[in-house]
């Protein structure tokens, strides 16, 4: 897993925020369009291509994406 | 003597998922309430644990009811019964668009698969005596979308409603009554589990009227009746313990 895929399979949550938006230091609960379904989907999408099962809690204490990667790297080992 | 219409004295009650959380409220306030109960679950130390609470006299038997030697066995072992509450499941919460032909099938073996092939079983081979009651646990994740995510779930609860019409149609001839409760968000392991955060559920709580999600034991109460005689005349009801969520 590479940093640029993630982001991009992180993007692909969101429906009204554009794609080229996304960068690793983007603070994604700030976004308009961050929800607790838009979190559940991220938590489903680590799980499907990234066999991690990250928690709410994961979400929670990441502010941007690059954290939130680090969270997975870490999980996966 | 003392007038109680929901007593279960002299009857024997299955409890299935006997573990924890519902199964295990449920199997307590049968034992309360007279019944000699028959407990199964899948791990044999946590099932232990609840027939402890129980007392020497409680059958217990291991049972993983997604498996069908074991339910074979568990058909095989069990006593004449009055009573039975299916409470084994589990739950997910996934957006749709993850939902998986695989997800939906795990979800599927244990919340309908698993209740429907024991229920069969047990009325094909006369296990449930005439006039029995049988209590399906399903969910008012079967009746509403109550919360984003539980799509997969509510799909399999909503499934095993519709079954539960059928047999209390089909077992009337036998008078034994089926039924279900449909539970709003209850406080059970299954719901600390991190996809939800804590304060996300603390929130959640806040949205049912009465002010607080279900205790396990605000669910045992919903059995009791059904399995009682105060409930001689009712079958193929879903009965929502919800907090007044969908009102």
Same mark, same amino acid.
């Given at each position: 897993m590479n940093l640029q895929e993630f982001i991009e399979n992180f993007a692909a949550q969101f429906d009204e925020t554009d794609a080229t938006e996304f960068t690793a230091d983007t603070k994604f609960k700030q976004l308009d369009e961050w929800s607790s379904l838009t979190a559940l989907s991220i938590i489903a999408m680590v799980d499907d291509e990234y066999d991690v099962i990250i928690k709410g809690n994961d979400i929670i204490s990441s502010d941007t994406i690059q954290d939130l990667y680090n969270v997975v790297v870490q999980l996966q080992g | 003597m003392e007038y109680n219409p929901f007593s279960l004295a002299g009857k024997t009650i299955l409890v299935t998922g006997a573990s924890s959380g519902i199964g295990q409220a449920t199997a307590l306030a049968c034992a309360q309430m007279g019944a000699n109960v028959v407990i199964t679950g899948r791990d044999i130390d946590r099932l232990q644990a609840t027939g402890n609470q129980l007392g020497a006299s409680t059958k217990q038997i291991v049972a993983d009811l997604t498996n069908q030697d074991d339910v074979n066995r568990l058909i095989a072992e069990?006593?004449?019964?009055?009573g039975a509450v299916l409470c084994a499941g589990n739950s997910t919460t996934l957006p749709l668009q993850f939902g998986t032909r695989e997800k939906f099938d795990v979800m599927f073996d244990i919340n309908f698969f698993a209740p429907v092939e024991l229920l069969r079983l047990m009325y094909k081979k006369k296990i449930l005596n005439k006039g029995a009651s049988v209590v399906l646990i399903a969910s008012i994740g079967g009746t509403h979308s109550f919360m984003p995510g539980n799509g997969v779930y509510g799909a399999s609860k909503a499934a095993l409603n519709s079954v539960m019409k059928y047999a209390a149609r089909e077992y009337a001839s036998r008078k034994v009554r089926v039924n279900s409760i449909c539970p !709003?968000?209850?406080?059970?392991?299954?719901?600390?589990? !991190?996809?939800?955060?804590e304060e996300q559920l603390v929130e959640d709580a806040k949205r049912y009227p009465l002010g607080r999600y279900g205790k396990p034991q605000d669910i045992a109460n919903g059995a009791i009746y059904l399995l009682s005689d105060a409930s001689s005349w009712l079958t193929g009801h879903d009965l929502i313990i919800d907090g007044g969520f969908s009102i």
């Open positions: - | 069990l006593p004449s019964l009055d !709003g968000m209850v406080d059970t392991p299954l719901i600390h589990r !991190g996809t939800i955060t």
